[in-house]
């Protein structure tokens, strides 16, 4: 089989020496998690930036918990109860907690509280 028969027969097949795609070869470099913490704090100061309270202590929260004065438990909730009306953000915020069966309980159990309270 001559090299071209080769190439044609593996690009059909989707083999490995295939040409890279377009987006393929200009994919942006992933972010590090301290960029998208970054990124985040700038998401919620933006959305925050009428009502400073909000903001504040949602640096507040993050402060205590560096600190050793709050629980990953309680800076969930208390950063819950802040975004109440803002889920996308909670969503986002919980990807910078550690990994770990209780903190997912816990964020089902007020999922469901902020569900319910929302709807009063």
Same mark, same amino acid.
Request: net charge neutral; proline share 4%; no cysteine.
């Given at each position: *089989?001559? =090299?071209?028969?080769? /190439?044609?027969?593996?690009?059909?097949?989707?083999e @490995?020496? %295939?040409?890279p795609?377009k987006?393929?070869k200009? !994919?942006?470099?992933?972010?590090?998690e301290?960029? +998208?913490?970054?990124?985040?704090?700038?998401k919620? @100061?933006?959305?925050? =930036?009428?009502?400073? &309270?909000? /903001?504040?202590?949602?640096? +507040?929260?993050?402060?205590?918990? %560096?600190?050793?004065h @709050?629980?990953? /438990? +309680?800076?969930y &909730?208390?950063? !819950? *109860?802040l975004?109440?009306? &803002?889920?996308?953000?909670?969503n986002?915020?919980?990807k910078?907690?550690?990994d770990?069966?209780?903190i997912? *309980?816990?964020?089902? /159990?007020?999922?469901?509280?902020?569900?319910?309270?929302?709807?009063?």
């Amino acid at each position: *089989m001559s =090299k071209s028969k080769s /190439y044609i027969s593996k690009l059909v097949k989707g083999e @490995k020496d %295939r040409e890279p795609k377009k987006e393929e070869k200009e !994919a942006p470099p992933k972010r590090s998690e301290l960029e +998208e913490s970054f990124i985040f704090v700038k998401k919620v @100061k933006e959305r925050f =930036k009428n009502d400073d &309270h909000v /903001y504040d202590s949602f640096l +507040e929260i993050l402060k205590k918990y %560096r600190e050793e004065h @709050k629980t990953i /438990y +309680e800076v969930y &909730h208390e950063v !819950a *109860m802040l975004f109440i009306d &803002h889920p996308d953000l909670l969503n986002d915020f919980t990807k910078f907690l550690p990994d770990s069966s209780a903190i997912s *309980m816990l964020k089902q /159990y007020l999922d469901k509280l902020t569900t319910i309270l929302s709807s009063l």
